[in-house]
C-alpha cells in the first residue's frame, strides 16, 4: 500500500504545526508546514520592497525563489529563515500574498512535488481541499478566536517580541477573514474532514485523537 497522506487545515493559530508534527513523529511520516511556505515568500517580498498587492510583481518574484523544507527548518534561497517567518510583519500581510494566484499555483505545485510519494503530514488552508483532496485522512483543526489569540500570544512572548494581545487577535481576526473569503483556495472544511475543536484540550489530547481518527479511516 503506498504511504498515506494527512491533511490538517484550520484557522489561524489553532495549533496546526505543533499539532501535525507530534502527528507526523507518532506516525512515522514525514511533516510539511505549507503556510511556512507562504511566509517565506512573503519575507522575501517585505525585504525586496515589493508591494504584496502587485500581482505582476509577485509572479516574477515567485518564478525564481528556491524554497528548501528539510530537517523541519525553511530555507529561502539557502537561508535559513525558520524563525525570521514568525515575525509579526510577516503575519500582517501573509494572507494578502495568499490571495494571489500566480503565489498559490507555485506553492501548490511544490507541495504536491515535496508530498508525491506519501509518508507525509501537510497541514494549511487548502491542502485537504485543493492541494490533496484525495488524502487518506483529513482532518480540520479549530479552536475559540480567544484561545486561539491567547496560545499565539504566548508563543510570540515567549520568543520575546514586543506585541499587545489585542493586536495579536487583531491579526488572527483579519488573516482568518482574507483566508475564508479569498476567490482561489479559500480556507474551508474539506470534504470528508473530521473537525477537532481543540477548546480546552491539551496539545497530546489532540494529537491522540487526530491519531485514533486516521488509523480507522
Ligand atoms: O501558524 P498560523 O496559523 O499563524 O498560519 P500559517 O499556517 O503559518 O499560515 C500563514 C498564512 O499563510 C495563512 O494565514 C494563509 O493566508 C496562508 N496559507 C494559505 O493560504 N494556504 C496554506 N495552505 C497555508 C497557509
Known amino acids: 500500500m503506498a504511504l498515506p497522506v494527512i491533511t490538517i487545515d484550520g484557522p489561524a493559530g489553532a495549533g496546526k504545526s505543533t499539532v501535525a508534527k507530534k502527528v507526523a513523529q507518532e506516525l512515522g511520516l514525514t511533516y510539511l508546514d505549507t503556510g511556512a511556505m507562504y511566509r517565506a515568500v512573503t ?26 523544507l528539510s530537517g523541519g527548518r525553511i530555507y ?24 494571489l ?9 511544490l507541495q504536491r512535488e515535496i508530498a508525491s510519494r506519501g509518508g507525509v503530514v501537510l497541514d494549511g488552508r ?18 475559540s478566536v480567544e484561545e486561539r489569540a491567547r496560545r499565539r500570544y504566548l508563543e510570540l512572548q515567549n520568543k520575546g517580541i514586543a506585541i499587545s494581545f489585542d493586536e495579536v487577535k487583531q491579526n488572527i481576526v ?16 474539506p470534504e470528508g474532514a473530521h473537525i477537532v475543536d481543540s477548546t480546552g484540550l491539551t496539545i497530546d489530547e ?9 488509523r480507522t479511516d
Open 43 to 68: 519575507l522575501l517580498a517585505l525585504r525586496r520592497g515589493v508591494d504584496v498587492n502587485d500581482d505582476a510583481k509577485m509572479k516574477e518574484l515567485v518564478r525564481d525563489i528556491y524554497l528548501d
Open 174 to 189: 483579519e488573516r482568518d477573514k482574507i483566508d475564508s473569503e479569498r476567490d482561489i483556495a479559500p480556507l474551508t472544511i
Open 76 to 99: 529561502l534561497n539557502g537561508e535559513d529563515v525558520s524563525e525570521e517567518i514568525r515575525r509579526p510583519e510577516v503575519s500582517e500581510s501573509v494572507s494578502l500574498v495568499a490571495r
Open 206 to 214: 489532540v494529537v491522540q485523537e487526530i491519531v485514533r481518527k486516521c
Open 126 to 143: 487548502d491542502v485537504g481541499s485543493v492541494v490533496f483532496p484525495e488524502a487518506d485522512c483529513k482532518i480540520f483543526l479549530t479552536a
Open 101 to 109: 494566484g500566480s503565489v498559490r499555483e507555485r506553492m501548490t505545485a
